[in-house]
Structures are given as structure tokens and as C-alpha cells.
């Protein structure tokens, strides 16, 4: 019963092209300098300096030869583009970055064909290092052997002798296969990492839950046993005192007075207790939606919920905590928001969950599995579920649930 929901996409989730880029070279949370200078970011900058130093005629730099300069310019064209994509931050949006990181190929060859270095094909190193993260396997390795197999045409040209260029491109190639199996795999590890840890808040948000449920159900068990049980039992004592006062030979007696005060006492500490305990009945979900708000790398979660509601049928709870689960993971999955906002009240006998975020809202929304099941589980409790978009930017998800008591 307590099963999480997940809203399917069209492309893979290892692919910028579905939204969801692994921080692996190029991480796109934290400040932009954290972003900018990371180890695999520095080793970059690194590489491109060196291949620079050794490719750079500076005496046809001076001399002014257009086709050094316009080798110089390819190259610091391909820092440009490294940097904007290092730097930009998945708030901003990140449907540009596999196009940029394209250019970035195609401006290898052009520094390659102007300065003919031989060198600066090791920059497809660094190509190869970010795209097998941001576009799909087959049309990954397609346009790599399409650079390749132009630098080698390039490599040809001025060898005459296909021997010796293929001596040369096979290291190349070799270190571009490294790069991309590592970048793979440390991407998937960093993408089941994420995995785990939404699936790890789902666990406790639902553990929270049942805890509550539990709670509930034993503070409801303890007032009634204390009001129909000790209650009970009181008033039949507080009858037969009634009864003993009534006998003149005790109506005088300082003990039968005490006992008929100190049961009275007793038994509205008891209605006291029964009635604060009956207060508390329902289900508080401050605590399991405070587990769903896990941290999140680069997105910050708040948590909203009016002081003193509690929700009093187990169902409808379950329905509103995987509601806000859903649209969570969507959110952060699909919209790549870096800030979320969950708020719960009663408005007039109605339970509202409302679900906000700053991400991206999709032109049009395509009901997936998730989608689908959020809104068969609040339309089976009576409700109505709304997706609206909040222009600039963000898309709210609004659920409606009357109340009803348990």
C-alpha cells in the first residue's frame, strides 16, 4: 500500500537530452566558482594550456598569419565554451550544454586544420569526457568517429602515408575511450547515488507515517479504555458515596466527604486527560513530509504544514504524502528545480497540499505513470488534482482532498 510512483520520460535518465545531467565533470550545484574549479575542471584548463603552448607558433602569432590567428581564436573559443558549460547551473537550464559541448568538437578541427599541430586532437579528450554524459551512447560514439576520422583525413594530408596516422590516433582514440568509460561509469554511480538517497527519504517519510499511525491508533485505544473503563468505575463509586452521605449515621463522617471530593477530582482529571487526548487524534504529517524534504545536492526543500492539523483518515494521509513525494521527485527529476516549497492546511473542511517549485514547466504535460497514479488516488478519496504552471518560471501541484474522519 505504502509504494512509491514514478512519472516515466522519453529519453534515458543517464542524458542531458531528458533533463538530468550526472555532476560529474562538470557538477552544476554549489557557487559558480565550486563549479568552475573542480579537480576533473582544473586537469582540464591544465591540458588546454599545455596543448596550447605546444601548438602556438608565437612567431606567426606576431607576424600576424591569419591562420594562426584564426587557430588561436578556435582555441580560446573551446575554453569559452568548457567555461560556460562548467559554469552554468541546473537552474539555469541545461538544454543548450549538448550543443555546446558539440562545438566544442568542432572547434578541435578547426584549430587542428589552422595551426596542424598534431597535438590539439587530444582535446577530444576532454569532448569525449563530457558528452558521454550529456547525449545517448550511439549518437555519442557516432559523432566521436566522425572527429576522429577527420583529424585522421587532416593527419593523411600532410603524411601521404596512412601507417603513421593511424599510429598516431590510436593513442588519441585510446585515451578518448578511457575518458568516456570513465565518465560513464562514474555517471551511473553518481545517478544510482541520487536514486538511493530519494529512495532512502521515501523510506523514512513512510516509516514516519506508520509511526504516527501507530501513535494515533494507541492514544485513541487509551481514551477510550480510560473513559469507558476508570470513568465507569468512578461514577459507580461516586454513586455509592452519594448513597453512604445519604445514611445519617456516616452523613457526618469527614471521611465519606473526602472520598466524594477526591472522586469527583479523579474523575474530571480523567475527562481532563481523555479530552486532551482526543485532541491529538489523527495523524500529524509534519514529519514524514520533513523526511521526504531530504537534502538535496543544489535544491532546497521547505516544508509548510499549519500548526495543529492532523488528518484522521489513514487513506487520505497516504494519499497526500505520496502526492508530495511524486511531486518532489518530478520536480527535481524533470524540472531541475533548486527550490521547493510543500505546503498542507485546511481550508473549509478541505485538505490543500500544494507542491511549488522554481524548475522548468514543460510546455505540455504528458501524463505518465506517476501523474496518472496521483490523480486515481486523490480522485478515489473524492478529490481533484491541478498542475499549473507559474510563470516565469516553476509549475505547482495542487491537491484537493475533503476531509473526513476516520
Known amino acids: 500500500m505504502l509504494s512509491a510512483m514514478n512519472d516515466p520520460v522519453t529519453a534515458s535518465d543517464t542524458t542531458a537530452l531528458d533533463g538530468h545531467v550526472p555532476s560529474l565533470l562538470q557538477p552544476h550545484h554549489g557557487s559558480c566558482a565550486q563549479r568552475l574549479f573542480t579537480p576533473l575542471n582544473i586537469a582540464a584548463y591544465v591540458t588546454w594550456l599545455a596543448v596550447c603552448l605546444a601548438v602556438i607558433d608565437f612567431a606567426e602569432l606576431r607576424a600576424g598569419d591569419p591562420r594562426e590567428w584564426l587557430g588561436v581564436t578556435a582555441l580560446l573559443a573551446f575554453l569559452a565554451l568548457f567555461v560556460a558549460c562548467a559554469a552554468r547551473a541546473v537552474s539555469a537550464g541545461m538544454q543548450r550544454v549538448p550543443w555546446l ?22 582535446l577530444l579528450i576532454i569532448v569525449a569526457g563530457q558528452m558521454v554524459l550529456l547525449w545517448p551512447m550511439r549518437a555519442f560514439v557516432a559523432y566521436m568517429l566522425a572527429l576522429n576520422v577527420a583529424i585522421g583525413a587532416m593527419w593523411f594530408e600532410r603524411a601521404g602515408s596512412l601507417p603513421p596516422v593511424l599510429l598516431s590516433l590510436l593513442p588519441v582514440l585510446g585515451f578518448q575511450a578511457f575518458a568516456a568509460l570513465t565518465g560513464h ?45 476508570a470513568g465507569h468505575s468512578l461514577t459507580a463509586l461516586k454513586l455509592n458515596l452519594a448513597r453512604l452521605a445519604r445514611d445519617p449515621a456516616l452523613a457526618e463522617r469527614e471521611e465519606v466527604r473526602m472520598s466524594a471530593t477526591l472522586a469527583d477530582e479523579l474523575l474530571g482529571q480523567i475527562r481532563q486527560v481523555v479530552s486532551t487526548l482526543r485532541a491529538h487524534d489523527g495523524l500529524d504529517l509534519r514529519a514524514a513530509l520533513e523526511a521526504l ?18 488528518v484522521d483518515d489513514l487513506d487520505q494521509a497516504e494519499a497526500l504524502l505520496r502526492c508530495a513525494q ?17 505546503r498542507l492546511d485546511r481550508n473549509r473542511g478541505v485538505l490543500e497540499l500544494a507542491v511549488a517549485n522554481d524548475g522548468i514547466a514543460p510546455a505540455k504535460i504528458d501524463a505518465g505513470n506517476g501523474l496518472t497514479g496521483m490523480r486515481e488516488r486523490i480522485a478515489a478519496l473524492g478529490g481533484t488534482l491541478e498542475l499549473v504552471p507559474t510563470p516565469p518560471r516553476g509549475l505547482r501541484v495542487l491537491a484537493r482532498l475533503p476531509e473526513r474522519t476516520a
Not at 555517471?187 to 506508520?210: F, K, Y
Not at 511524486?326 to 510543500?342: C, D, K, Q, W, Y
Open 293 to 310: 524534504a531530504h537534502p538535496v545536492a543544489g535544491t532546497r526543500i521547505e516544508v509548510d504544514v499549519e500548526d495543529g492539523l492532523r
Open 101 to 122: 559541448v558539440a562545438a566544442e568538437g568542432l572547434l578541435v578541427l578547426l584549430a587542428e586544420w589552422s595551426l596542424r599541430g598534431g597535438q590539439t586532437a587530444v
Open 326 to 342: 511524486e511531486a518532489i521527485t518530478n520536480a527535481l527529476r524533470h524540472g531541475r528545480a533548486s527550490r521547493i516549497v510543500v
Open 185 to 229: 561509469y562514474a555517471g551511473s554511480r553518481e545517478l544510482a547515488r541520487e536514486h538511493l538517497a530519494r529512495v532512502n527519504a521515501e523510506l523514512l517519510a513512510t516509516r514516519r507515517l506508520l509511526e504516527e499511525s501507530a501513535r494515533s491508533g494507541e492514544r485513541l485505544k487509551l481514551s477510550r479504555e480510560l473513559h469507558d473503563v
